[in-house]
């Protein structure tokens, strides 16, 4: 089963992931329930790349004066 929570991922293995899924999904091929379920996962992965990056961006603007 695929690890869902931020803290479960890095952001560059949530993004290396998401880039896996997308080239899946571009070159077609799959049954539409295998597009389906690799579209949600790549819903979740880009979400959790979201969450590291949001989390960067409060770190920057709490340190900047």
Same mark, same amino acid.
């Given at each position: 089963? =695929? %690890?869902? %929570? =931020? ?12 880039? @896996? /899924? /997308?080239? %899946?999904? &571009? ?5 539409? &329930? ?8 790549? @819903? ?11 989390? $960067?961006?409060? %770190?920057?603007?709490? $340190?900047? =004066?």
């Amino acid at each position: 089963m =695929p %690890k869902d %929570k =931020p803290e479960d991922l890095s952001y560059e293995q949530a993004r290396a992931e998401l880039a @896996e /899924v /997308v080239q %899946k999904l &571009e070159s077609g091929g799959g049954t539409l &329930e295998e597009s389906l379920a690799l579209w949600e996962r790549g @819903e979740k992965l880009a979400q959790i790349c979201q969450h590291w990056l949001d989390g $960067a961006k409060a %770190k920057l603007d709490a $340190a900047t =004066p």
